[in-house]
């Protein structure tokens, strides 16, 4: 059974650079798309972007010009950065297993991610 | 980028009733769409993918249907773990979206 967790600072300053891992669990990163979705309080969902196991990435245009989304496959993990962030970024990270870039089929707890000063 | 509209954005039911939640596309998006659940604290879990196929694991209770810009998903005798907020996401088209969500409450 393959599992996620999402880990990183629970608080980021205005203008800074969010920065959370992925660690996946009981499978391999490979031959896998993978995907950051957020969700702001209260609200609904935002998908991020994904990165397939090689490298390539697809991100939300809304996004696009802040995020980077990596991946290491010698240590089973992905990761993703936002920079310049604001309030409005202050959400639930979750980072899911796509099957084959379209949805999620597991997902991580979530990590709850505050941007304040 | 595709918008998803789901109606009602809320619902009060029983255990038992049959419960129907519809999600429209702003544009054709064939049959490309997924249903997840979310209890309140939890992650999604996924329900449906190409409109009507289960997801393995899930009951049989939940159904999906609809092609095009129409899609709805059906619990035919509602639980009480079926008490959730239900997501409608389109994967016609990047960006992946998803509708606003609907709140299935007890009456």
């Known amino acids: 059974q393959v599992q996620l967790q999402e880990s990183g600072p629970g608080l980021v300053k205005p203008s800074e650079t969010l920065s959370l891992t992925c660690n996946v669990s009981?499978?391999?990163?490979?031959?896998?798309?993978w995907s950051w979705i957020r969700q702001p309080p209260g609200k609904g969902l935002e998908w991020i972007g994904y990165?397939?196991?090689?490298?390539?990435?697809n991100y939300n245009p809304s996004l696009e010009s802040r995020v980077t989304i990596s991946v290491d496959t010698s240590k089973n993990h992905f990761s993703l950065n936002l920079s310049s962030v604001t309030a409005a970024d202050t959400a639930v990270y979750y980072c899911?297993?796509?099957?084959?870039?379209?949805?999620?089929?597991?997902w991580g707890q979530g990590t709850l991610v505050t941007v304040s000063s | 980028a595709i918008r998803m509209t789901q109606s009602p954005s809320s619902l009060s039911a029983s255990t038992g009733d049959r419960v129907i939640i519809t999600c429209r596309a702003s544009?054709?998006?064939?049959?490309?769409l997924a249903w997840y659940q979310q209890k309140p604290g939890q992650a999604p879990e996924l329900l449906i993918y190409a409109a009507s196929t289960l997801q393995s694991g899930v009951p049989s209770r939940f159904s999906g249907s609809g092609s095009g810009t129409d899609f709805t998903l059906t619990i035919s005798c509602l639980q009480s773990e079926d008490f959730a907020t239900y997501y409608c996401?389109?994967?016609?088209?990047?960006?992946?979206?998803f509708g606003g969500g609907t709140k299935v409450e007890i009456k």
């Open positions: 996401q389109q994967y016609y088209s990047y960006p992946r979206t």
């Open positions: 899911a297993r796509d099957v084959s870039g379209y949805y999620s089929d597991y």
């Open positions: 990165i397939y196991y090689s490298g390539s990435t």
């Open positions: 009981g499978g391999s990163i490979s031959s896998y798309y």
């Open positions: 544009q054709g998006i064939s049959s490309y």
